[in-house]
């Protein structure tokens, strides 16, 4: 697995930014996986909730979606590119993520032609499911 200094080679996002804190190709062109360990320092924790802190359900999907990135800026010809959301569908949240979690995070294509493309991401804690969600995007 890849740590965060190698990561940063390969995608555009930076701390406070950076969602993934390692991760690897499981099948080139194919599928990654990944984690996000949450210390409970993070800014967000702070404001969402204090009296009870809970990870935002749009950052546990920018968490798959960096990994995404990273699986398609992975492809030789993508480097030094940019990879941006163009759909958000199904996202389904299943339980709350806090302090301590640590998000196994998984993505695989669905579909990638002429530098648009659909992945399915997913995320979980110990093997349970936390979030699925299937995400499309365009490289520029």
Do not use: W
């Amino acid at each position: 697995m890849l740590n965060k200094e190698e990561i940063i080679k390969i995608i555009p996002h930076r701390a406070p930014f950076l969602m993934i804190d390692f991760a690897e190709i499981v099948e080139p062109e194919k599928s990654a996986k990944g984690t996000k360990t949450l210390t409970g320092n993070e800014d967000f924790f702070r404001g969402h909730f204090p009296d009870e802190p809970v990870m935002p359900g749009v950052l546990i999907i920018e968490s798959m979606a960096q990994l995404g990135a990273f699986l398609i800026l992975s492809i030789g010809k993508y480097r030094g590119k940019k990879v941006y959301f163009t759909s958000i569908n199904n996202a389904k949240f299943r339980r709350k993520v806090v302090p301590g979690d640590t998000l196994e995070l998984s993505v695989e294509l669905i579909s990638f032609r002429h530098n648009i493309g659909k992945g399915f991401a997913k995320a979980e804690i110990k093997g349970e499911t936390v979030c699925t969600a299937e995400l499309g995007f365009v490289i520029a």
